[in-house]
């Protein structure tokens, strides 16, 4: 959740796209598997469809013990703070015995609960 609020503040305070993705070396994206690590950029890119990482702002490194986090390849924010649209906006993660879903709406506003419970 710090990644995603800290990404969409981000991207208001700099007027320029932030995103978020999977990254196992912490310098480029690679998959959808969290678990393995993420970082927060500024994106690069000149068009919706593609990431191009530029500033890395921050790393989170691999999750410690055998965590299941799957998600998008990308989570990105438009300057305004909303989300550039994908076809999945939430993840599904399980921490020990937790199961919970992280949800991201399309205003960019991300939220946890009960895995079991859906997106709105």
């Known amino acids: 959740l710090s990644a995603l609020n800290l990404a969409r503040s981000e991207t208001i305070k700099r ?14 994206c690679s998959g959808t598997d969290w678990a393995k690590g993420w970082i927060v950029f500024v994106d ?3 068009a919706d469809g593609s990431v191009a990482v530029g500033q890395v702002l921050r790393v989170n490194e691999a999750l410690v ?5 799957t998600g998008p390849a990308n989570i990105r924010y438009r300057p305004t703070g909303t989300m550039i649209p994908t076809n999945s906006e939430q993840f599904n993660y399980t921490l ?3 199961k919970r879903r ?16 859906s997106c709105p």
């Not at 007027?15 to 480029?28: E, H, N, T």
């Not at 013990?65 to 986090?69: A, E, L, V």
């Open 44 to 46: 690069t890119a000149t």
């Open 96 to 98: 020990y015995t937790v």
């Open 15 to 28: 007027g320029r796209r932030v995103s978020l993705c999977p990254s196992s070396d912490q310098a480029g």
């Open 65 to 69: 013990g055998d965590p299941t986090f």
């Open 102 to 117: 992280v949800c991201v709406s399309p205003v960019g506003r991300p939220s946890v609960d009960k895995e079991t419970t």
